[in-house]
């Protein structure tokens, strides 16, 4: 007669072991994907800082013109702000300035255009943004975690999203809140923030809407 041996595991003792691990692993999940994110919180604000000082050299190189969120080159072409940065080489070759890494793509930030007149992208084209003309920079939203270059004031409640909240009904121009539902900011001082999406959904008119004076329409 055989004998049994009791130091190894039967086929129920091995599932149960697998059962735990698997219900281990379900509580942990949420709590290590929150740590995660908060990491990628913490590079995409210096990310940000980054692509600040490049705002502001632009600035400083420009007579105090920050770099159009659209303008005409030297082939008559147009090309975008980020474009604008790159080619001048006020960021860094591999555009980790402009990159977020919870998103890892050159659309990651976008440059607030609410003041601009007729909501167009349009209306963008070789205005820049005059920097002394700014009115209490440091509460003002120049740039932020968004799908697009470009994003316009929320319509939506942001109670509902989780993702992407739309703005103007276009899902193609949204500010993201990428971090544990919150959106990192670049203010026009220099400074980069990470905000709840309530507290911006609550002062979003505040923090948007700078003086439509600082535009040079001409």
């Not at 700014?134 to 799908?147: G, L, R, Y």
């Amino acid at each position: 007669m055989k004998s049994i041996d009791k130091s190894s595991f039967s086929l129920i003792e091995l599932m149960v072991v697998i059962s735990i691990l698997a219900i281990l692993a379900s509580l942990l999940s949420p709590t290590l994907k929150r740590t995660i994110e908060s990491a990628y919180q913490v590079e995409c604000s210096s990310n940000q800082k980054n692509l600040a000082i490049s705002l502001h050299l632009y600035a400083d190189d420009h007579s105090d013109l920050f770099v159009p969120i659209h303008q005409t080159n030297s082939n008559n072409r147009l090309e975008n702000w980020k474009t604008s940065l790159t080619k001048a080489q006020y960021t860094d070759k591999d555009n980790l300035a402009l990159t977020c890494p919870s998103q890892r793509e050159r659309s990651s930030y976008g440059m607030n255009m609410e003041p601009f007149p007729s909501g167009s992208f349009r209306s963008t084209i070789d205005r820049p943004i005059m920097r002394y003309r700014i009115e209490e920079p440091s509460t003002k939203v120049q740039a932020a975690d968004a799908t697009t270059t470009i994003f316009y004031r929320a319509r939506s409640n942001p109670e509902g999203s989780r993702g992407w909240l739309n703005f103007e009904e276009n899902a193609f121009r949204t500010v993201a809140y990428r971090h544990v539902e919150n959106c990192n900011l670049i203010f026009f001082d220099g400074h980069s923030e990470s905000i709840d999406m309530r507290v911006f959904w609550n002062k979003v008119t505040d923090y948007l809407n700078f003086q439509k004076d600082a535009i040079k329409m001409d």
